[in-house]
């Protein structure tokens, strides 16, 4: 069992998931998942992102019954968003565990450095350090307004 977040983790996790709902919102395609979300992925581990969208072709296989316990599928496109907590480095790791099991886009975001990390398959890691960051592959046309993120982590 995890701890609940913190107020800066629940309050950007509440930022990240309305802003993706509004794009959502504009083509209403595939799944959105939240912190809660579990996923056991190919590899045999479980694993839960702060964000997760899963593509149709992804969602298919997946029956009724199914989908509404833990999903065996990896999702196509995952936000880990840092707490304070968490280990850079460890954090890191698992962002690689998502690309190796057929995540197609991932991002670390490190609200502490204003940072992100994005991570795809065969590509290496990348760093951006906008206000914004745009989407790309699964989530093309999604743009993260992290200015307004970034406002989550300042009283």
């Not at 959105?32 to 590899?43: K, Q, T």
């Not at 019954?65 to 707490?83: I, K, N």
């Amino acid at each position: 069992m995890n701890a609940p977040a913190g107020g800066h983790s629940s309050s950007g996790n509440a930022e990240l998931i309305t802003q993706f709902g509004i794009w959502w919102k504009t083509h209403q395609t595939g799944r959105v998942f939240d912190s809660s979300g579990g996923f056991y992925l190919p590899d045999g581990s479980l694993a839960s992102p702060d964000l997760a969208y899963l593509l149709p072709e992804t969602m298919r296989p997946i029956t009724d019954e199914q989908f509404g316990t833990l999903l065996y599928a990896c999702p196509d496109f995952v936000v880990e968003l840092r707490s304070q907590s968490d280990r850079l480095g460890d954090t890191q790791q698992k962002m690689e565990t998502w690309i190796a099991n057929g995540s197609r886009l991932a991002w670390l975001i490190d609200p502490f450095q204003e940072r992100v990390f994005t991570y795809k398959p065969g590509a290496a890691v990348d760093i951006v350090g906008d206000a914004s960051i745009a989407g790309e592959g699964p989530v093309a046309g999604f743009a993260l307004d992290l200015a307004e993120l970034w406002k989550r982590y300042k009283l």
